[in-house]
């Protein structure tokens, strides 16, 4: 064999060796391109997800934060209707109350609270208030009871009826139609059926 077979030879080799590692290198390139490639491709879909997830979850909680708003005026405005509603039932009561005061058997029915208090009080002595307009039924209401009895006007007392306090018993009575009337307004918001909730 001649040299530069043996040189062609070993040339032939260094070069197949040369092309066996520069394929190898480009196979571990592409490989490496490609899982850049894919780290890069699910990192960007993480990313978005993570974008979308936290961008959804800022729209979802400002929509809720409006809803809320929206809820509470709207509630505001049912409760204030309501409100104006049931007041203007009370007021109309108010007005019917003042008219039965003023009426023949309004009399009756003032000494009925009166014999509800006396009842209570037994001989003791009590201030009894009434409205301004009832101190002509005075002497009347005295009659019920058995004990000493002054009776005065309460401004505080607009439609009718008698409190009384009792200082001996420490004991305070009312039986006014203002507090008759105002002590049925829960009932009457909570049997109606307006409740909100």
């Known amino acids: 064999m001649s040299d530069d077979y043996k040189s062609s030879n070993f040339l032939s080799a260094i070069n197949k060796f040369n092309e066996e590692e520069r394929a190898k290198v480009i196979s571990e390139m592409e490989e490496k391109r490609a899982k850049a490639v894919n780290d890069a491709k699910a990192k960007g879909e993480a990313d978005a997800e993570k974008y979308i997830r936290k961008n959804l979850s800022a729209e979802k909680t400002e929509i809720t934060a409006k809803y809320a708003v929206k809820t509470l005026d709207a509630q505001g405005e049912i409760f204030k209707t309501r409100d104006e509603m049931v007041d203007e039932v009370f007021k109309r009561s108010a007005d019917k109350l003042k008219e039965f005061s003023a009426s023949p058997e309004y009399k009756d029915k003032l000494l009925g609270f009166a014999k509800e208090i006396a009842d209570s009080f037994k001989d003791n002595s009590c201030v009894l208030y009434v409205k301004e307009d009832d101190l002509k039924y005075a ?19 607009r439609l009718g009826g008698l409190r009384a306090y009792c200082k001996d018993l ?15 307004r829960k009932w009457f918001v909570d049997n109606i059926d307006l409740k909100i909730s």
């Open 139 to 157: 002497d009347d209401i005295k009659s019920v009871f058995t004990g000493d009895v002054e009776v005065q006007s309460d401004v505080k007392i």
């Open 170 to 184: 420490r004991i305070v009575a009312d039986n006014t139609l203002d507090s008759k009337l105002e002590s049925q």
